[in-house]
């Protein structure tokens, strides 16, 4: 399911905003999370029910925010890039860490980091769109 995120990318890049698709994505990460915490004990299926928007969600955003850095820096794009691939693997690992974090179970592990995650993830969206640095395109 993780491949629609990306030809949902194509499919909705020409007919909305960054912005719009950046706060869908958000709001489904946040919301799939919240369902996890609420149902995904429930079973396999609810689980997987309450995963699955963020799996497609995670896979639409990723294109999205290497498009909006990619537009911020004229010229040099290799740095931005190595910038970017840099980031990537840096929140990796901050992610992995906290997924080691002495949880009472796996699911409860996973759904409060993807709220604590897409709420800072809002948080700074908020931040970039109306700050001194405001991002470009955005």
């Excluded at 909305?16 to 869908?24: C, G, L, S, Y």
């Excluded at 004990?41 to 497609?56: C, D, E, I, M, Q």
């Excluded at 931005?80 to 409860?108: E, H, K, Q, R």
Aim: aromatic content about 14%; some cysteine.
């Amino acid at each position: 399911f993780a491949i629609l995120g990306p030809i949902l990318y194509v499919f909705f890049s020409d007919r909305t905003t960054a912005r719009r698709m950046n706060v869908f994505c958000l709001a489904v990460a946040f919301a799939s999370g919240v369902l996890l915490l609420v149902f995904g004990h429930a079973g396999p299926v609810f689980f997987l029910l309450s995963f699955l928007p963020f799996t497609v969600v995670e896979s639409m955003i990723r294109p999205l925010g290497t498009e909006v850095l990619l537009r911020q820096k004229e010229g040099d794009t290799g740095a931005v890039s190595s910038l970017i691939n840099f980031a990537v693997t840096v929140f990796g690992s901050v992610g992995m860490v906290a997924g080691t974090l002495p949880w009472p179970d796996f699911i409860v592990g996973l759904g409060v980091l993807m709220v604590l995650f897409a709420a800072a993830s809002a948080l700074f969206f908020i931040r970039s769109i109306s700050g001194r640095y405001r991002v470009k395109d955005l």
